[in-house]
Protein backbone atom coordinates (compact mmCIF):
# COMPACT_ATOMS: atom_id res chain seq x y z
CA UNK A 1 0.00 0.00 0.00
CA UNK A 2 1.09 3.65 -0.74
CA UNK A 3 2.34 5.30 2.08
CA UNK A 4 0.34 7.86 3.27
CA UNK A 5 2.60 10.63 4.00
CA UNK A 6 5.52 9.80 0.87
CA UNK A 7 6.48 8.08 -1.65
CA UNK A 8 6.96 4.42 -1.81
CA UNK A 9 5.14 1.18 -0.12
CA UNK A 10 4.42 1.59 3.59
CA UNK A 11 5.78 -2.12 4.56
CA UNK A 12 9.22 -1.12 2.99
CA UNK A 13 11.86 1.05 4.69
CA UNK A 14 15.19 1.83 2.78
CA UNK A 15 18.56 2.42 5.05
CA UNK A 16 20.61 5.55 3.83
CA UNK A 17 23.90 4.01 3.26
CA UNK A 18 27.01 4.94 5.02
CA UNK A 19 28.96 6.31 1.44
CA UNK A 20 25.56 8.45 0.80
CA UNK A 21 25.09 9.61 4.49
CA UNK A 22 28.87 10.55 4.53
CA UNK A 23 28.87 12.56 1.44
CA UNK A 24 25.30 14.50 2.69
CA UNK A 25 26.97 15.21 6.00
CA UNK A 26 29.97 16.58 4.41
CA UNK A 27 27.66 18.65 2.26
CA UNK A 28 25.43 19.87 4.28
CA UNK A 29 26.43 18.63 7.79
CA UNK A 30 25.46 16.41 10.24
CA UNK A 31 21.31 15.80 10.86
CA UNK A 32 18.96 15.28 13.28
CA UNK A 33 16.28 13.34 11.86
CA UNK A 34 12.51 14.90 12.31
CA UNK A 35 10.02 12.29 14.06
CA UNK A 36 7.69 12.12 11.66
CA UNK A 37 3.83 12.49 12.75
CA UNK A 38 1.70 9.53 12.89
CA UNK A 39 -1.64 8.91 10.71
CA UNK A 40 -3.59 8.73 13.74
CA UNK A 41 -2.01 12.64 15.21
CA UNK A 42 -3.00 14.01 11.51
CA UNK A 43 -6.79 11.95 11.85
CA UNK A 44 -7.41 13.62 14.83
CA UNK A 45 -6.69 17.33 13.38
CA UNK A 46 -9.38 16.64 10.87
CA UNK A 47 -12.91 19.18 11.52
CA UNK A 48 -15.81 17.61 10.63
CA UNK A 49 -16.55 17.85 7.10
CA UNK A 50 -19.05 20.81 5.64
CA UNK A 51 -20.79 18.46 3.46
CA UNK A 52 -24.42 17.10 3.61
CA UNK A 53 -23.76 13.16 3.51
CA UNK A 54 -24.32 11.63 -0.19
CA UNK A 55 -23.72 7.82 -0.88
CA UNK A 56 -21.01 8.71 -3.15
CA UNK A 57 -18.65 10.88 -1.04
CA UNK A 58 -17.31 9.26 2.01
CA UNK A 59 -16.09 11.68 5.16
CA UNK A 60 -13.67 9.68 6.60
CA UNK A 61 -10.97 11.28 7.66
CA UNK A 62 -8.32 8.86 7.08
CA UNK A 63 -9.61 9.32 3.44
CA UNK A 64 -9.72 12.96 3.62
CA UNK A 65 -5.88 12.76 5.21
CA UNK A 66 -4.94 10.51 2.19
CA UNK A 67 -6.07 12.99 -0.17
CA UNK A 68 -5.08 16.22 1.40
CA UNK A 69 -1.72 16.23 -0.40
CA UNK A 70 -0.37 14.99 -3.30
CA UNK A 71 3.06 13.87 -3.67
CA UNK A 72 5.18 16.42 -4.23
CA UNK A 73 8.01 17.97 -1.94
CA UNK A 74 6.32 20.62 -0.26
CA UNK A 75 3.35 17.94 0.07
CA UNK A 76 5.73 15.20 0.97
CA UNK A 77 7.04 17.76 3.69
CA UNK A 78 3.35 18.57 5.35
CA UNK A 79 2.60 15.55 5.17
CA UNK A 80 5.37 14.13 7.21
CA UNK A 81 4.96 16.97 9.73
CA UNK A 82 1.70 15.99 10.11
CA UNK A 83 0.95 20.46 9.12
CA UNK A 84 -1.64 20.01 6.37
CA UNK A 85 -3.71 22.78 7.88
CA UNK A 86 -6.54 21.93 5.51
CA UNK A 87 -8.42 18.77 4.35
CA UNK A 88 -11.15 18.40 1.69
CA UNK A 89 -14.57 17.55 3.12
CA UNK A 90 -14.96 14.87 0.72
CA UNK A 91 -13.39 11.80 -0.97
CA UNK A 92 -15.40 10.27 -3.84
CA UNK A 93 -14.16 6.96 -5.77
CA UNK A 94 -16.78 7.46 -9.23
CA UNK A 95 -16.81 4.24 -10.99
CA UNK A 96 -18.66 5.46 -13.91
CA UNK A 97 -19.23 8.16 -15.76
CA UNK A 98 -22.74 8.21 -14.49
CA UNK A 99 -21.31 8.35 -10.88
CA UNK A 100 -19.00 11.52 -12.35
CA UNK A 101 -22.39 13.09 -13.50
CA UNK A 102 -23.97 12.88 -9.97
CA UNK A 103 -20.98 14.05 -8.19
CA UNK A 104 -20.75 16.90 -10.57
CA UNK A 105 -24.71 17.44 -10.14
CA UNK A 106 -24.31 16.95 -6.20
CA UNK A 107 -21.25 20.05 -5.84
CA UNK A 108 -23.43 22.09 -7.93
CA UNK A 109 -26.51 21.39 -6.11
CA UNK A 110 -24.28 22.14 -2.34
CA UNK A 111 -21.87 24.74 -3.98
CA UNK A 112 -19.15 22.48 -3.66
CA UNK A 113 -16.02 22.74 -5.27
CA UNK A 114 -15.14 19.72 -7.05
CA UNK A 115 -11.11 18.19 -7.38
CA UNK A 116 -9.87 15.31 -9.27
CA UNK A 117 -7.48 13.64 -7.53
CA UNK A 118 -6.13 10.72 -10.36
CA UNK A 119 -2.70 9.62 -9.43
CA UNK A 120 -1.83 12.32 -6.57
CA UNK A 121 1.24 13.95 -7.77
CA UNK A 122 0.01 17.35 -7.68
CA UNK A 123 3.31 18.91 -8.82
CA UNK A 124 1.59 22.46 -8.99
CA UNK A 125 -0.21 21.67 -5.57
CA UNK A 126 -3.90 21.65 -7.52
CA UNK A 127 -5.09 18.87 -5.24
CA UNK A 128 -4.32 21.20 -1.87
CA UNK A 129 -7.71 22.01 -0.66
CA UNK A 130 -8.28 26.28 -0.60
CA UNK A 131 -9.36 28.17 1.96
CA UNK A 132 -12.88 29.76 1.91
CA UNK A 133 -16.11 29.23 3.28
CA UNK A 134 -17.35 26.46 0.65
CA UNK A 135 -16.85 22.71 1.41
Known sequence: MRRWNG???DLV???LHEGPRRYLEALVGPGTAPRD???EEVVA???STRLPQHPLVSDDAPDRV???R???LPDWIALRSGRLGLFPDGVAY???SAEVRELI???GQVDARLVPYGGGTSVVGHVNPLPGERP
Do not use: E, I, N
Open 105 to 107: RYA
Open 66 to 68: RHA
Open 37 to 39: ATL
Open 45 to 47: TVP
Open 13 to 15: TYA
Open 94 to 96: PTS
Open 70 to 72: GQS
Open 7 to 9: WGD
